[in-house]
Structure formats: structure tokens, C-alpha cells
């Protein structure tokens, strides 16, 4: 393109091509390239065509939740649902913005209803239509507007959409999103080429981009803010680099266009805003009520060094080293959420490929002072991706137990502190690595004919490529359930006692929480009832049933009942035994807080530990049960006031040789203990760090209050010998 006096602030030309290069781009490179692509992604789904269709992508997790909300939009689009509040957490309204919204995910997932497929075939062939999108379109990108080598454009194409790393991420179904970015990332380069032509010819793909974009911002959040995030990341470093490698104020040119374009700019901003009413509407509330993710929440699920090659233990190459030699890292808290690094050659051949823009840069400014240099943007651009990433990595770096820059992107940046797992971030990053490694083999590839051993370059480079394709492979199965036997629970689930819409799900010790949780939405959508279980990335304040399986769960549901004034009749689903009870709490069973001291009569209890052990190690954490029955007239519970006090809890003390106390630690909940109830309550225990003999001491509190053993009652005291580190005992 020539410079025509206009402000050019975006230059993309496709790579040049060499004519001699004979069947560079003839149909038989081109359909041998498209079907490598297709055997990969059969690959990555193998678990899931060989099983004849029956394996559903993810876990009984986050993907049947997935699964959930999309029928939620289905039946809203047939005028069968509230939108805003699927029904979970009963009955707490506007619940659709606790967890992803996946607007997009629901467009082919309410066809394929349509067209008579039952839930789970229909989200099956959603995922797959969506993660095909991504790939192609991701192919398209990189051979038809980039214009690298096919094979170069089907290393990218594998390295942003069928990486080990979002194999692993599977059970997050919700991060397929990353499959619409290849066509935002369409949209947005043709609009940059047309930016100096007129109006007309670049509209259709601003508005697409931004229809798109603020589409995306209902279907995954952390995907599009992650985007969002990256791109003006990388338009900084770009203008940066212009100036810096060309001399060009690039940013001048930028405002100048604006200047002369400021009615197209207003327009695409009121279109921006109108587009993003649906998000404010879902997220905006939500937004206002929870506030920002907790510092030592996020600060957990940031990457250390070793993170950015972390693989898992699962990887077809590395996973033995991560295995074997580093399986302390799956020792930390959130773990799962650290397992998004790149496989070892990757990494090193976007370092190497990013190092060899840096000298090609170089060379281009030194020439151009020499009036020998001929500007590529190209190379800015792929520069600039790649200072991009290095730098996002640099941001997301975690030193230390809290430290990073991170805090400062948290602090700064809107949204940024509703971001929880941060280090997913990556699987967006890994389109922008997938660019920079597709050019670097472009870039070898173009000048193989000038090479002396032309035969050894390309065994090399084949060698180099299949390795590439090869470390993304993870042996690890990440389509863990089954859709007949989902199908067949959902079938044979008899139907409520009448009269009852709103129903619960009892414990049942043979399943987690979050599994039993999930059962009930999927029960409420076939049965067209509510329900008080829920699970999400969010829950309602004050919600105490989230652990079904607790011991407390009792206690929490009266509590929620008599705080949401659900009073009535509910049904109560029995998992183990498939059948239903029929329930009436009344007012007088729901919990109620102590809001006084008790007096001094009223500090009533009979301790008692039950096989009471008589040697720990140092810092060994054991639990010991322990009883506690109320002998006082007054309802022990462990709610007080707004302020903290008053409720009653159970801790523990350990206490020297010296007859001095250590210090109470650790409060129990008591939840709710009637007169003359009993209870026996399973308390974690935490020897002192130095040996020797010690008393071991249980007693009751009333918070802001007094310890109980102080107005009389007594004690449980055990006397236990801390034994030395296994180290230091002496023979």
C-alpha cells in the first residue's frame, strides 16, 4: 500500500511468498493441512468419538452447570424461563450473572433442541461446532490474512486451539470461548486495513467486531476481559515500537485519523454501549453486591516460574517430569488452576522466534539510517505480539507467597478484580505464542531454497514440527461422564408430592457436594420446579448450603428457610433411595442467634473427648472427637449478632509444663445445640512445634463474652507428650 499522505496508523501486508517455491500453495498443501488438522482434532476428542458419543466433554462439574445454563436459555427462548434467574438458590433472584452467562454457547446449543436433540447430544455438538470454529477460523487467520505457510498456519492453529493445556481445561467448559477470538481477531484486521478507505467499506466489520465482542461479554466473561485486556496491551507496544525501531509517531497518526473520523468513532462507541446493556443488566447487580475477589484468592492462582511450563502430570512428553520429579506442585492450594503452561519446545521456539524479530528489527532501523532499510510492518506487528506476551507474563509472575505486579493491573484496571484464576489468561495468550511459532517456522521455511543442505533443513523442520504437535497430546481422559447414564438418572427421578414447587436435595455420602448440587438443577429444569440447592462461581450471601454433606447442612437449611421465609410445604429428593419426602418446616424450628450474654447460670456444658489420644508429633494436625452436651435451659447456637458476639463456639488450647496456656485457636461452630442435646463434633488438631509434656485443653466460648471454664464450668483436659522431629529424636 502507498503512502498517500494519509495518517497510516496500521499496516498488514501477507507475507511474501517465493514464486519459485513450486506447490507453496498448491490444493494438494492445502487439503493435506486441513486434514492434519482434522486427525489432531480427533485426537483431542478421541475419548469422545471412540466411546461412539457417548463421553461428554468435562467433568459432573462446571460442565453439567454449563449444560444447565444453556437449556436455561433454550426454555427462555421458548418463554418458559425467567432469564435473569435460572432456578437455583431459591428464592433469590437475579442468579444468571453468578457464573457465565454463555449467550453465544445457547445460539446452535436452543437449534440443536430444536431439531429434537435431547440436552446432553445437543451440548456435545455445541462444543464441538465451537471449538471447529475456533480452530478453522483460527487456520483461516493465519493462512489467508497473515499469509504463512499452511503447515506454519496449522502449528498456530494447534498451538491456540488444541493445546495440552486447554485439553486440561476441559472440565471448564465455558473457556471454549476462546473459539469466537479468531473471529473477532478477523474482524478487527480487515477493519485495520481499510481504516484509510471509505466508510463503507470498513463498517460492516467494526460493527460485527463490536456486536461480536459484547456478545462474547455474555458468554465468557474471563475470555473477553482477557482479550479485551490483551489488546490494549498490545496496541501500546506496538505504537512503542514504532517509534522506537522507525521513528514514527505512530500515536500522532492515530489521533489524527480519530480527529478526521470522529462521527464513524461516536458512532461505534454508542453502538459499544448499546450492545454491552445486556452485560450491565446480568453483571452489574451482581457486581455491586460481592464486590471484588478477595487479594489472597487470586494471589493463590498466580503462576510462579516453574507455572509457565507446567503441563501436568497427563503431558504424552513432559508429563513424567511433572509427575514424578515436580509432583510437589500438585500439593498446592488451587493447583488445577496453575496447570496452563506451555510445553518445553513451544516455549522455546516462541523465545527463539521472538528473538529473531528482535534482531530483524534491529537490522531493519540500522539500514533504514543507512537509507537502505524498507519499512515491514510486518514485523512490527509480530514484534509486538511477542513483547506482549513476555510482558503479560512478566505481570502475571508471582514472587513469594503475594507479590507480584498483578496487584497493580487489579487495582487499575476495570474488572480486573473480578477476575478469581487469572493464570487462564493463558489460553488467550496461547493464540498470540501460536502467531509468533507459526511465523518463525514461516519465516525458515521461506528461505529453505537458499540453503545449501536444502534436504537436512527440511527433516530438520519436519522433525521441529511434528515434536511441536506432538507435546500438545495429554493422555489424560477429559470427558468423564457418560450422557446415557445422565439421561437415564434424569428419566427415572419419580415426580414431586403434589402441591410442592420448591424442593432440596438430602446428603448422600457416596457423592461430592458439587455433584449432588448439580443433580438438583438438572432435576429442577426436567421437573420445572425450584430449588434451594445451587452451585455456581458465586453464592448468595448468607448461603450456608453449599457442603450438602456437612454435618451442618441441617442446621443451614432451617436457617435459609426461616431467613427467606420459605415456610410451607417443600419437597426433599432422596439421591440414594430416588424418591421423595414431602416437608414442613415451621417458625419455631428455625435457628435463632444469641443477641445477650448469658448470665452466669447459663454457662452450662459437659466436655468430654472421646478416645482421647496420648502422643502427637511436632506440628502433626490430627482430628479428635469431641462431645458436647448442653446442660444449661438455654438453645446453644453459634449465630449472634451483626456485629460477632454473642455466639457460642467450641476451641482448643494447648498448655505447658509451666501451666501456661498457648492460647485458644480455631473456633468450632456449634450450630445449633438444644438443652440436654448432645453432640459429637470433629475437631482438627495442631501439636506445638516443640516437644515435651503438655495439656491439651477443650472448652466453650461466647464470643466478646467470656470463656465458659471462667464462670465455673468445666474443662476437657487431656494430658499428651509431644513427641521430637523424626530427625532430632534421640536413640
Known amino acids: ?70 437449556e436455561h436459555w433454550f426454555r427462555y427462548f421458548r418463554g418458559e424461563a425467567d432469564l435473569l434467574s435460572p432456578p437455583m438458590f431459591f428464592p433469590v433472584k437475579h442468579t444468571l450473572g453468578y457464573t457465565d452467562a454463555l449467550f453465544l454457547f445457547s445460539l446452535p446449543y436452543s437449534l440443536f433442541r430444536l431439531a429434537g436433540l435431547d440436552m446432553f447430544t445437543a451440548y456435545q ?52 470461548a476462546i473459539g469466537f477470538l479468531p473471529i ?133 512428553v513432559w508429563g513424567k517430569l511433572f509427575g514424578t520429579y515436580l509432583s510437589d506442585l500438585a500439593n498446592r492450594p488451587y493447583w488445577v488452576e496453575l496447570l496452563f503452561g506451555l510445553p518445553l519446545f513451544t516455549f522455546l521456539a516462541f523465545i527463539l522466534s521472538s528473538w529473531a524479530l528482535l534482531r530483524l528489527c534491529v537490522r531493519k532501523k540500522d539500514l533504514a539510517a543507512k537509507g537502505k532499510g524498507i519499512e515491514d510492518a510486518n514485523l512490527s506487528i509480530y514484534f509486538s505480539l511477542c513483547l506482549t506476551v513476555l510482558l503479560m507474563w512478566f505481570l502475571l509472575l508471582r514472587l513469594g507467597s503475594k507479590t507480584s505486579v498483578w496487584w497493580i493491573i487489579y487495582e487499575v484496571v476495570p474488572g480486573a478484580a473480578a477476575i478469581r484464576a487469572v493464570f487462564r489468561i493463558q489460553l488467550v495468550l496461547g493464540i498470540a505464542v501460536g502467531i509468533v511459532v507459526a511465523w518463525g517456522f514461516s519465516y525458515i521455511l521461506a528461505r529453505v531454497r537458499f540453503a545449501s543442505q536444502r534436504g537436512t533443513m527440511i527433516v530438520s523442520i519436519s522433525l ?18 457418560s450422557k446415557s447414564t445422565q439421561l437415564n438418572f434424569l428419566s427415572h427421578v419419580p415426580n414431586p408430592p403434589k402441591g410442592c414447587n420448591v ?13 449432588l448440587s448439580i443433580d438438583a438443577l438438572l432435576i429442577a429444569q426436567s421437573k420445572n420446579l425450584y430449588t434451594i440447592n445451587g452451585y455456581s462461581g458465586l453464592f448468595p450471601k448468607g448461603y450456608g448450603l453449599i457442603n450438602i454433606n456437612d454435618p451442618s447442612f441441617s442446621f443451614y437449611l432451617k436457617l435459609w428457610i426461616g431467613k427467606q421465609k420459605i415456610f410451607g410445604k417443600i419437597a426433599a429428593y432422596d439421591r440414594r433411595e430416588n424418591r421423595w419426602t414431602q416437608e414442613e418446616i415451621r417458625p419455631s424450628e428455625i435457628p435463632k442467634p444469641i443477641l445477650r450474654p448469658l448470665k452466669k447460670g447459663e454457662f452450662k456444658a459437659a466436655i468430654t473427648v472421646i478416645d482421647p489420644p496420648r502422643v502427637f508429633s511436632v506440628m502433626e494436625k490430627r482430628q479428635i472427637k469431641v462431645s458436647v452436651k448442653n446442660m444449661s435451659e438455654l438453645i446453644f447456637t453459634s449465630l449472634g449478632d451483626k456485629k460477632g458476639r454473642y455466639g457460642i463456639k467450641l476451641a482448643y488450647q494447648w498448655i505447658n509444663e509451666k501451666g501456661d496456656g498457648l492460647g485458644f485457636n480455631n473456633r468450632y461452630q456449634l450450630y445449633e445445640l438444644r438443652p440436654g442435646q448432645q453432640k459429637v463434633f470433629d475437631v482438627e488438631v495442631s501439636a506445638p512445634a516443640c516437644p515435651g509434656n503438655y495439656i491439651l485443653e477443650f472448652d466453650l466460648v461466647q464470643e466478646m463474652v467470656a470463656w465458659f471454664r471462667e464462670m465455673g464450668n468445666q474443662t476437657a483436659r487431656v494430658p499428651i507428650y509431644v513427641l521430637p522431629a523424626v530427625g532430632n529424636r534421640k536413640n
Open 503 to 515: 424442593f432440596y436435595i438430602k446428603p448422600d455420602k457416596r457423592k461430592p457436594f458439587w455433584e
Open 125 to 176: 455438538f455445541t462444543l464441538l461446532l465451537i471449538h471447529m470454529l475456533g480452530l478453522y477460523g483460527l487456520f483461516y487467520f493465519l493462512l489467508m490474512i497473515m499469509g504463512f505457510h499452511p503447515f506454519s498456519a496449522v502449528s498456530g492453529s494447534v498451538i491456540g486451539m488444541l493445546s495440552n493445556s486447554l485439553y486440561l481445561a476441559m472440565h471448564h467448559t465455558q473457556l471454549l
Open 1 to 70: 500500500m502507498e503512502n498517500t499522505g494519509k495518517a497510516i496508523i496500521f499496516r498488514h501486508e501477507p507475507e511474501r511468498r517465493e514464486p519459485s517455491c513450486e506447490g507453496f500453495f498448491c490444493k494438494g498443501l492445502l487439503f493435506s493441512s486441513f486434514f492434519l488438522l482434522l486427525v489432531i482434532f480427533f485426537i483431542f476428542y478421541r475419548f469422545f468419538f471412540l466411546s461412539g458419543m457417548e463421553n461428554v466433554p468435562g467433568n459432573l462439574g462446571d460442565s453439567r452447570l454449563n449444560l444447565f445454563i444453556m
Open 464 to 481: 521441529c514440527f511434528f515434536f511441536l504437535l506432538v507435546e500438545q497430546i495429554n493422555l489424560g481422559n477429559a470427558f468423564n461422564f
Open 184 to 316: 473477532l481477531m478477523i474482524l478487527g484486521v480487515r477493519f485495520l486495513q481499510n481504516h484509510n478507505e471509505k466508510a463503507s467499506k470498513r463498517l460492516p466489520y467494526g460493527i460485527g467486531f463490536i456486536l461480536l465482542l459484547s456478545a462474547l461479554f455474555i458468554t465468557g466473561f474471563y475470555t473477553a476481559w482477557f482479550f479485551c485486556l490483551l489488546l490494549g496491551l498490545f496496541w501500546c507496544v506496538y505504537l512503542l515500537v514504532q517509534r522506537i525501531f522507525y521513528e514514527q509517531k505512530k500515536l500522532a497518526d492515530l489521533i489524527q485519523w480519530s480527529k478526521c473520523h470522529f462521527k464513524e468513532i461516536l458512532f461505534y462507541f454508542f453502538v459499544f454501549i448499546l450492545a454491552m446493556i445486556p452485560f450491565f443488566i446480568i453483571y452489574l447487580p451482581v457486581a455491586v453486591e460481592f464486590g471484588p475477589r478477595p487479594r489472597w484468592e487470586v494471589a493463590c492462582m498466580l503462576p510462579t516460574p516453574i507455572d509457565f511450563l507446567n503441563v501436568g502430570k497427563d503431558n504424552l
